[in-house]
């Protein structure tokens, strides 16, 4: 698992308004620039093998290709650039996970790319126990009703 944490890289003043992205034309804001710097980051310290990617020819990048992201967590290459560009505004917390799952990131690091992109963490559901849900209690009163 990797763990990385990155501050920010972009900089901007007022008089020259918002920061705008080495790659790109698109204003952008510092917190979708952080999300891109940090998808990028750890996308380089990812190998192909780690991935489960044959690693065939020569390489130009030193870890996974961005196309090689996005097949792996389901999204469009596309998709991924604009991410990474800060194009895009509202990430969801599934593809944020997605991105996670693929980037191999520990819990801590997980969480960190869910606050750069939703601005939270996402809570995960926990099952309330038998006893305490509706139905448990209904199958309950079945059992304690019921003749023997």
Do not use: K
């Not at 900089?11 to 952008?28: F, K, N, Q, T």
């Not at 310290?45 to 992201?69: W, Y």
């Amino acid at each position: 698992m990797i763990s990385l944490t990155m501050s920010s890289t972009c900089v901007s003043s007022p008089a020259s308004g918002p920061s705008r992205c080495a790659l790109s034309p698109w204003p952008v804001s510092d917190e979708f620039h952080l999300l891109g710097d940090y998808v990028r980051a750890c996308r380089e310290l990812v190998t192909p093998a780690q991935a489960g990617i044959p690693s065939v020819g020569v390489r130009r990048v030193p870890g996974l290709r961005r196309e090689e992201v996005a097949m792996l967590a389901g999204i469009s290459a596309d998709y991924c650039l604009r991410l990474e560009q800060g194009r895009d505004r509202n990430p969801s917390a599934q593809v944020l996970e997605s991105l996670a799952r693929v980037l191999q990131l520990d819990d801590d690091a997980a969480a960190y790319l869910l606050r750069l992109g939703t601005g939270s963490p996402r809570r995960r559901r926990r099952r309330a126990p038998e006893g305490d849900r509706p139905s448990g209690r209904r199958q309950a009163r079945r059992r304690a009703s019921a003749p023997d």
